[in-house]
């Protein structure tokens, strides 16, 4: 396991709504054990670098288009997002190929189908075969905003599920504070 909640050589699958910080909270929790990732970036995505999160930026669209990209080994890698990795002509061959010898995190948005908002937009056939699933949830109550992280498949994993307040410090990241 690394950070406690993503499965090493696996390809692993952390979503939620738009802007509640999945990107930012799983590069915090990967520094905090000295890792540094690869942001595989489709969204170009700067509330890492606002939350001073440690890492390797590659704009995504670029690296698609580049026919010899090189795939790197031993290390973490983060596609933010599914979508518009898909969408930029991102097969899952190449998550496949890049899974091989690196633990792949890809970030995804939730769909809100009559209230059940902890179904990742990533076909449900696909979400089965990956290493785990982790949903992020905002919600806001009167004592304020909570991050929550549950557990949805992880096989592994030790600790509880929700994980309240997942990754959040006081104050909260930088980014939730803006929006």
């Known amino acids: ?15 939620g709504e738009s802007g509640c910080g999945k990107t930012v909270s799983a590069i915090k929790a990967l520094n905090n054990e000295g890792i540094e990732p690869i ?5 170009d995505n700067d509330s890492p670098e606002q939350n001073e999160c440690s890492y390797l930026h590659i704009d995504g669209y670029k690296a698609l288009a580049d026919k010899n990209m090189t795939i790197p080994v031993d290390k973490v890698i983060i596609v933010d997002t599914w979508h518009t ?3 930029a002509g991102g097969e899952i061959s190449l998550l496949d190929r890049m899974a091989e010898h690196n633990t792949v995190i890809i970030i995804d948005h939730n769909r809100d189908l009559s209230g059940k ?3 990742p937009m990533m076909d449900e056939a696909l979400v089965n075969h990956l290493g785990s699933k982790l949903w992020l949830e905002r919600s806001m109550n009167k004592a304020g905003t909570h991050h929550n992280l549950h557990i949805k498949k992880c096989r592994g994993y030790k600790g509880g599920t929700p994980i309240a307040n997942w990754m959040r410090e006081e104050p909260t990241l930088n ?3 803006e929006n």
Request: charge should be positive; avoid cysteine.
């Open 1 to 15: 396991m690394l950070a406690q909640v993503f499965r090493k050589n696996k390809v692993n699958l952390l979503y």
């Open 39 to 43: 942001l595989f970036d489709f969204d």
């Open 85 to 87: 990795f898909k969408s």
């Open 117 to 119: 908002r902890d179904i």
């Open 175 to 177: 980014i939730l504070k």
